[in-house]
C-alpha cells in the first residue's frame, strides 16, 4: 500500500518516441491501417482506464467497457475510486463484461447494504429480540450519555458481496493482476488520498467505497479510511504514475443539487460532500492532455444511490461512448492481438484455498476468542472455502458485539494464519435500544407502549449480559436478566430474573363488554438453560411471586376475591426458530412450548398445570408466501386451571373479526392459514404487503357463560409494510358469526 505516486515502467524519451509512432500510425489512410503491420506491446503506448466514483452511477462504467472491448481498445492499467474501483477491481482479476452486466441486474441497495447475516444463522438469543417491540440500531450508552455508530452501515455485507465480485481472492500486489491495478481511499485523521497498490481486494475497494456517514471507516494499519472521492474521484495522477500515456478517463460524478433541493440536513451534508469531490474532480480534468479521451455519460437524475436501478443506467456509459467513437476507434489493436490480450486477461487466478494453521482473533479487548471459534464453521487444517469464511465473518457480524468484521491471509515461517479483525463496539459495550407498540381494534380500545431496553454486555469473560426493561403505557412493567453463560462457548447458562408489571384485560359476554380488570405481577425466577445451536433454546426454572387482580370497571359481583395471589412453580420453555424472518417470514419454521406447574409446595396458591404449544412454516413461490400456524393451549391433569391463569384470544389473526381478547378459558385450538404477496421490494426494510387469512379456533371451557363454545370461523385481509419503527398493519376481519372489525396495528400482531 503506497501513498505516493509510482515510476514509469519506461524512461521518458522512450515513452515519448512511442506514443508518437502510434498517433503516426493512426493518421495513415485506412488501407494502410488494414495491413495489421505486426507490432510489439512497447510499441503502442500505455492506455490506462481511470474510473471515477459516483456511488450506483458508477454502474455506468459497465457499459463505458462493452464499448471498449467492441472497438477493441486495449487497457494496460486501471486506477479507480470508490464505486469505480468495484468495476475496475472485477475488470482487472478477470470478470467479462456480460459476467458484470449480469452481476450489475442482480445488484440492489439490500445486496450491498443490509448488513445481517440469514436470520437462520442468528444465534437464539438475538432472535428473542424480534419477539418485542424494539427496533433501529443500538445506541451505546456510558458515562459520557449516548454514543452514535460511525455509519449507518459497517460494511460486511458490503465485503462479502465484493469478494464474490473478485476472480483474485486473497491478499496480491496490484501489479500481478490480469490487469494492473490501483484503488484509492482518504485517511480521514490526515485528509490524504491513500493509493493501495496491494492488499485483500475486497477490503481495499470496501475502503474506496467507505461514504462517510453511510458506511463506517475501514480500519487499515492504523489508518481511518473512507471514501477517496474526497481526495481523488477521478484518480487521473495515479494512473500517470503508473505509466499511463495515454488516459480514458469516465466521470460520472453527481451534479450539485439545486437551490429548491436543500431542504434538509441531509441535502445540504450530501451538497457539500458533492463540492468537496467536484473541486478535486476539476483540478484532475485539467491535468489531461489531447492524447487523452474524457468520457462523461449523461446520468440525468440518477442519484448515486439509486442500486436498485442500476441496469438502466449502464446504457448511459455505452452511449457516452459511443459518441467518441472517431477518437476511441484510433487506439484499436488488430482484432488477432486483442483478442491474445484479452485471452491473457482473462486468465483466472488460482483460488487460494490452502488450509490454514491457525485462526487468531486480533483487536480483542473484552470478548472472549473461544466464544467466536464456536461460531467459525472455517477450521484450522481444513481447506478454505471462500462461501464458507464469508458467512463466517457475517454471523461474527451477526451477534452484535463488532462494529466491523474482516479477514487477513498471513504466511508466516512455517505456519499460515488466518487473522480475523473483529473490531468490536467503539460505542459499546452497554447499549440501549427503544421499541414502541400501537394496536386499536376500533371498537374503543387502543393500545400504546413505549419501551426501553437496556443491555450490558461481556461483563466477564464468559459473556454474561444483564438486560433491562422498561415499558411504559398501556401495560407498564420493569424486567431484568442476568444472563450468564457458564462456558465460554455459551452452549449452557443460568439466568436470574425479576419481572414487575401491570396489564389490562376486558371481559366480554357475547360482543357486550362488561368488565376490565388490571393484574399486577411480582414474579421472581431462575432459569438454567441449553442454547442447542443457532435456532434453539431450552430453559427450565423456578418461579416465585405474586398477582395482583383488581376490577376496574364492572359489578362488585365480579371482583376477585383475594387482591393477593401467591405464584410458585417449575416452568419449562423450550423455543425453535428457523424463520428467515420474523415479520413477514417467507421461509422457515418455528415452534415453542411453555409448561407451567404450579405447587402449592413452592409457594402457589393452587396446584395446577398449565401449557402451551404452537408452530409456524412459511412457503414461498416467487413473491407469494403460505403461512401456516396451529396454536393449542390448555390444561394438564384433573386440577382445573384458576380464573386468574386462563387464555385470553381473540383479535387481529387470532380469531379476526372479534375485538382483542373477546374469549376467556381453560383451552384454546387454533388453526391459521395466510397467504400474502409482496406487493412493493424494499431496499433495507422488507418492503410492503398484501394478504389474506382464514381461521378456525375453538375456546373451551369459557369462564363467561353464554360465550361462543363451539368451533368460530374468521378470514381477514391486510395490507402491512416493514417501517423503520416495526412492521405496520392495516386489516378487515369478519367471523362467521356476523362479528367484524378494522385493525391498525404498529408490531407484530402474532
Not at 468520457?295 to 438502466?312: M, Q, R
Not at 391433569?637 to 376467556?664: E, K, M, N, V
Amino acid at each position: 500500500m503506497h501513498s505516493s505516486t509510482l515510476k514509469s515502467r519506461s524512461s521518458g524519451p522512450a515513452r515519448c518516441a512511442a506514443l508518437a509512432l502510434w498517433l503516426a500510425a493512426s493518421a495513415l489512410p485506412a488501407s494502410a491501417q488494414n495491413a495489421e503491420p505486426a507490432r510489439s506491446p512497447s510499441a503502442r503506448p500505455r492506455i490506462c482506464l481511470v474510473l471515477s466514483g459516483g456511488g450506483a452511477r458508477g454502474a455506468a462504467h459497465v457499459g463505458v467497457l462493452k464499448v471498449l472491448e467492441e472497438y477493441r481498445v486495449p487497457i494496460d492499467c486501471i486506477a479507480a475510486t470508490s464505486m469505480g474501483a468495484l468495476v475496475g477491481a472485477a475488470y482487472a482479476t478477470g470478470t467479462t463484461v456480460a459476467e458484470m452486466q449480469s452481476i450489475v441486474g442482480q445488484i440492489t441497495t439490500e445486496t450491498l447494504y443490509k448488513e445481517n447475516p440469514p436470520r437462520t444463522e442468528v444465534n437464539m438469543r438475538r432472535k428473542l429480540d424480534d419477539n418485542t417491540l424494539l427496533f433501529g440500531p443500538e445506541l451505546g450508552i456510558g458515562r459520557d450519555g449516548l454514543k452514535l455508530p460511525k455509519g449507518v452501515v459497517t460494511g460486511v455485507q458490503l465485503e462479502s458481496f465484493l469478494r464474490q465480485l473478485s476472480k483474485a481472492p486473497g491478499y496480491h500486489q496490484f501489479d500481478q493482476l490480469q490487469i494492473p491495478f490501483r484503488a484509492v481511499a482518504t485517511d480521514l485523521v490526515s485528509g490524504k488520498a491513500v493509493v493501495f497498490s496491494e492488499g485483500e481486494l475486497a477490503n481495499v475497494m470496501r475502503a474506496s467505497m467507505s461514504v462517510p456517514g453511510a458506511v463506517a471507516p475501514a480500519e487499515f494499519g492504523g489508518m481511518m479510511l473512507v471514501d477517496g472521492m474526497l481526495t481523488s474521484n477521478l484518480p487521473i495522477q495515479t494512473a500517470r504514475a503508473m505509466g499511463a500515456d495515454i488516459i480514458i478517463a469516465v466521470n460520472v460524478g453527481t451534479p450539485l443539487l439545486k437551490r429548491e433541493a436543500l431542504n434538509s440536513i441531509v441535502a445540504v451534508s450530501s451538497q457539500m460532500l458533492s463540492i468537496l469531490t467536484e473541486q478535486n474532480v476539476q483540478t484532475s480534468l485539467a491535468t489531461l492532455t489531447p492524447a487523452d479521451i474524457l468520457i462523461s455519460p449523461e446520468l440525468g437524475d440518477f442519484s448515486t444511490g439509486d442500486f436498485d436501478h442500476l441496469a438502466k443506467i449502464t446504457p448511459a456509459g455505452e452511449a457516452a461512448a459511443r459518441k467518441l467513437a472517431a477518437r476511441l476507434t484510433q487506439l484499436s489493436l488488430p482484432e488477432a492481438e486483442y483478442a491474445q490480450l484479452r485471452e491473457r486477461q482473462l486468465l483466472a487466478l488460482a483460488p487460494d484455498v490452502k488450509p490454514v494453521d491457525e485462526i487468531r482473533f486480533e483487536q480483542l479487548h473484552r470478548v472472549n476468542p473461544q466464544a467466536l471459534r464456536s461460531v467459525l464453521q472455517t477450521q484450522a487444517g481444513a481447506t478454505l472455502d471462500q462461501p464458507t469464511l464469508d458467512l463466517d465473518m457475517r454471523r461474527l457480524y451477526g451477534t452484535g458485539y463488532f462494529e466491523h468484521v474482516n479477514y487477513r491471509l498471513l504466511d508466516q515461517p512455517g505456519r499460515r494464519v488466518l487473522a480475523v479483525d473483529a473490531v468490536e463496539k467503539s460505542w459499546g459495550p452497554d447499549f440501549i435500544r427503544f421499541g414502541i407498540g400501537v394496536s386499536s381494534d376500533f371498537t374503543g380500545d387502543a393500545y400504546f407502549n413505549l419501551l426501553a431496553s437496556y443491555r450490558q454486555t461481556w461483563m466477564n469473560s464468559r459473556g454474561a449480559e444483564w438486560r433491562s426493561d422498561l415499558q411504559v403505557g398501556q401495560d407498564p412493567s420493569l424486567s431484568t436478566e442476568f444472563y450468564q453463560p457458564l462456558n465460554a462457548e455459551g452452549n449452557f447458562f443460568v439466568a436470574p430474573r425479576l419481572v414487575l408489571g401491570n396489564s389490562s384485560f376486558n371481559l366480554y359476554q357475547g360482543e357486550y363488554r362488561y368488565a376490565r380488570f388490571q393484574v399486577g405481577t411480582r414474579l421472581a425466577g431462575l432459569d438454567l438453560g441449553a442454547q442447542l445451536g443457532r435456532s434453539s433454546e431450552l430453559r427450565l426454572g423456578l418461579v416465585r411471586g405474586a398477582m395482583l387482580p383488581e376490577l376496574q370497571i364492572g359489578p362488585p359481583s365480579l371482583s376477585p376475591a383475594s387482591s393477593r395471589i401467591q405464584q410458585g412453580g417449575l416452568r419449562l420453555r423450550w423455543r425453535l426458530d428457523r424463520l428467515d424472518s420474523a415479520n413477514f417470514p417467507r421461509s422457515g419454521s418455528a415452534a415453542e412450548l411453555n409448561l407451567l406447574d404450579s405447587s402449592k409446595p413452592l409457594g402457589a396458591q393452587d396446584n395446577y398445570v398449565k401449557w402451551s404449544a404452537s408452530a409456524t412454516s412459511a412457503y414461498s413461490f416467487g413473491e407469494n408466501t403460505f403461512n401456516v400456524n396451529a396454536s393449542f393451549s390448555g390444561r394438564s391433569g384433573s386440577q382445573p386451571l384458576p380464573t386468574y391463569d386462563q387464555f385470553l384470544w381473540g383479535g387481529f389473526l387470532r380469531q379476526s373479526g372479534y375485538a382483542s381478547g373477546q374469549f376467556f378459558g381453560e383451552e384454546v385450538r387454533f388453526a391459521r392459514l395466510l397467504a400474502y404477496r409482496r406487493i412493493m421490494r424494499g431496499s433495507m426494510l422488507e418492503g410492503a404487503y398484501g394478504g389474506l387469512s382464514l381461521e378456525a379456533g375453538k375456546v373451551g371451557n369459557q369462564l363467561v357463560p353464554g360465550n361462543n363454545q363451539g368451533l368460530m370461523l374468521s378470514a381477514a385481509a391486510f395490507a402491512a409494510a416493514d417501517s423503520p419503527i416495526g412492521p405496520l398493519y392495516v386489516g378487515y376481519g369478519r367471523a362467521r358469526s356476523g362479528a367484524s372489525s378494522f385493525y391498525v396495528y404498529l408490531g407484530r400482531p402474532f
